[in-house]
């Protein structure tokens, strides 16, 4: 398992900007970035993967979030523009050895410890 360290978060009004950094000790397949609002389950908000840095994001976040990493593919981002309140929760930084078209967000081995994202109408 790789060890992984998210930075970031914090609060915003609506409309407003953050970006989420992932420090990972080490390069995997896919990452991606999930999300936990207070009451709800967590869900799949962005994920990379290969060595292409393919992408995909939830309906809710396209247009909106945008997901990259650095050229040694330690670190992972989250830019998140335009937030809404609905985008309030935890923020977790999650990685996989492979890739699944199926069910791509699912399956993830190893986990940061997660930041906290507010935003305020």
């Known amino acids: 398992q790789v060890q992984l360290v998210e930075s970031g978060g914090g609060s915003v009004q609506a409309g407003g900007s953050l970006r989420l950094s992932c420090a990972a000790s080490g390069y995997i397949y896919s990452m991606g970035w999930f999300r936990q609002a207070p009451g709800k389950e967590r869900e799949g908000v962005a994920l990379?993967?290969?060595?292409?840095?393919?992408?995909l994001y939830a309906d809710s976040v396209k247009g909106r979030f945008t997901i990259s990493q650095d050229g040694a593919k330690k670190t992972l981002y989250l830019q998140m523009n335009s937030l809404k309140p609905e985008d309030t929760g935890m923020y977790y930084c999650?990685?996989?050895?492979?890739?699944?078209?199926?069910?791509?967000?699912?399956?993830?081995?190893?986990w940061g410890q997660g930041t906290q994202v507010t935003v305020s109408s």
């Open positions: 990379i993967y290969g060595g292409a840095g393919s992408t």
């Open positions: 999650a990685a996989k050895k492979y890739y699944s078209p199926y069910t791509p967000f699912l399956d993830f081995n190893s």
